[in-house]
């Protein structure tokens, strides 16, 4: 029933930073993590930040920690990926995704998300 639409893409140089929201049609109370994504042309997509919402914790991909961060506004109605320090190999279109189900707060659990957006472009050029 949520539908999410991801927007704030870009293409930036190498070290630059991008903000990429996630916007709901609703909240659901019953959700448990917010997820971003990205899947790069030839590659399987791939858990990048998720969030639990259960005491708000967060979890990242090694590749991009230290560099992301997921956060969530206070009406909890968008869901945020702050992106430092890029890299090309960050280039990808990035998908966020919400889950119900208890198992998600693991990066490749992308089977329990749903509310898949169309995703949007990050292009990083070095």
């Known amino acids: 029933q949520v539908q999410l639409a991801e927007s704030g893409g870009g293409s930036v140089q190498a070290g630059g930073s991008l903000k990429l929201s996630c916007a709901a049609s609703?909240?659901?109370?019953?959700?448990?993590?917010m997820g971003w994504f990205r899947q790069a042309p030839g590659k399987e997509r791939e858990g990048v930040a998720l969030l639990y919402t259960v005491g708000d914790s967060t979890y990242y991909a090694d590749s991009v920690k230290g560099r992301f961060t997921i956060s969530q506004d206070n009406a909890k109605r968008t869901l945020y990926l702050q992106m430092n320090s890029l890299k090309p190999e960050d280039t990808a279109t990035y998908y966020c995704?919400?889950?119900?189900?208890?198992?998600?707060?693991?990066?490749?659990?992308?089977?329990?998300?749903?509310?898949w957006g169309q995703g949007t472009q990050v292009t990083v050029s070095s």
């Open positions: 995704a919400d889950s119900s189900n208890g198992n998600c707060a693991k990066l490749n659990a992308l089977w329990f998300y749903h509310g």
């Open positions: 609703k909240y659901v109370s019953s959700t448990i993590c």
